[in-house]
Structures are given as C-alpha cells and as structure tokens.
C-alpha cells in the first residue's frame, strides 16, 4: 500500500515547473516561476536543484505558519483549511 502525501506531491509538482539557467561564470540559477522568491544559485546543477527544493520547502512552511495564500499546483490547494474530527471519534 502507498502512501500519498499532499504536501510532498505539491512540492514534486512545483519541482517539475523548476526552470534553471547557467550564468555566465558557469553557475547555475534554479527558479519556480510560480513561487515568488523561490530562486536558489549553485555551481553545479545538481546542487542547484538541492538548494532550490530547500528553499521550496521552507517558504512553503513559512507561508503556511504565517498564513499566506500559497499557489495552487496542478490542482493541489493547500490554503484550504483542514478538516478536523471530534476527538470522541478515535
């Protein structure tokens, strides 16, 4: 049985619109068009990708905590609130 977890399907989804660059001092530039801010630089392009889902992750976290409207991602909305079951219920 497989697991599916929202959130790491949100990030493989923001990972897959990833869009990188190699500047000109053979650097690479890693950036997700739809998360503003979300950039990350790197001298390979491995470690690129690395440091840009790092950065993925903690800007969605920190949006989350301080409640900005995040967006939307191949149809995965994480602005929703939760839904929550009486405690009597377990």
Request: charge should be negative; aromatic fraction near 6%; glycine fraction near 6%.
């Amino acid at each position: 049985m497989s697991v599916n977890y929202i959130l790491s399907q949100y990030i493989h989804e923001a990972m897959s619109q990833a869009v990188y660059d190699q500047l000109e001092d053979d650097t690479f530039v890693g950036r997700i068009p739809s998360g503003k801010g979300v950039i990350a630089f790197a001298s390979t392009l491995r470690q690129c990708e690395k440091e840009l889902r790092s950065t993925l992750e903690n800007w969605i976290l920190i949006g989350l905590k301080l409640g900005h409207a995040l967006p939307v991602i191949n149809n995965i909305n994480l602005n929703k609130e939760p839904t929550r079951e009486p405690v009597d219920t377990m």
